[in-house]
């Protein structure tokens, strides 16, 4: 895991390791978030203060306010087998993990790709025919909802404009589309 510096092209390796991946970074506290080898840490941009956060993770996403790092934990059912997904809280400035609430489901194969606004948490969910769709999150009421009715998949919410961004799988294109604020949806033209 590495950064690069735009402006001057200096890299800053943060991990070495070669399954380091999934780095998110929060301009508002400057620390990064990345998962090594299946575990989740946090640093500073210089590869400092590298802390374990939790072990066997994936997919950190931070709020908007930068002060709650969001991740998913695999969920074992009792015969052994990942059954779904736990969804951790981890608050920076307490150093306190809480868990969020558990996503399962009968055809469940995994769920990825995290995004967090205020009231939601974003995410895909892949299914044991192969099938995927984007799902929401309701903090406030415990609601778990699909949200976009194509094949579906990557959410990433973008706290600035409150629209989601995300890829269509319906034609196998992988095209982006978003979803306005409104409820419609628009495919991203480049």
């Not at 990064?32 to 080898?37: D, L, Q, T």
């Not at 052994?80 to 951790?88: C, E, I, S, V």
């Not at 995410?123 to 415990?142: P, Q, R």
């Not at 990557?154 to 409820?183: A, H, K, M």
Request: charged residues 20%; glycine residues 8%; contains cysteine.
């Amino acid at each position: 895991m590495s950064i690069v510096n735009t402006t001057n092209g200096i890299v800053r390796t943060i991990d070495p390791g070669p399954d380091s991946h999934t780095g998110k970074w929060s301009p508002l506290n400057n620390r990064i978030a990345y998962i090594s080898n299946s575990d989740l840490y946090l640093s500073e941009p210089n590869g400092t203060g590298k802390m374990l956060i939790m072990t066997s993770c994936a997919w950190p996403a931070w709020s908007p306010d930068g002060r709650y790092l969001f991740f998913l934990r695999p969920s074992q059912g009792s015969s052994g087998t990942r059954n779904g997904d736990t969804l951790y809280r981890f608050d920076s400035q307490t150093g306190m993990k809480s868990i969020f609430n558990y996503f399962l489901d009968e055809g469940y194969r995994y769920n990825s790709h995290l995004s967090i606004s205020e009231e939601k948490a974003y995410f895909s969910s892949v299914f044991s025919d192969v099938s995927a769709h984007v799902y929401d999150y309701h903090f406030d009421n415990y609601f778990i909802a699909r949200i976009v009715n194509s094949l579906s998949y990557s959410p990433d919410f973008d706290p600035v404009s409150g629209r989601l961004i995300y890829t269509n799988r319906e034609r196998g294109d992988g095209r982006l589309w978003i979803l306005e604020t409104n409820g419609s949806f628009r495919k991203l033209i480049y």
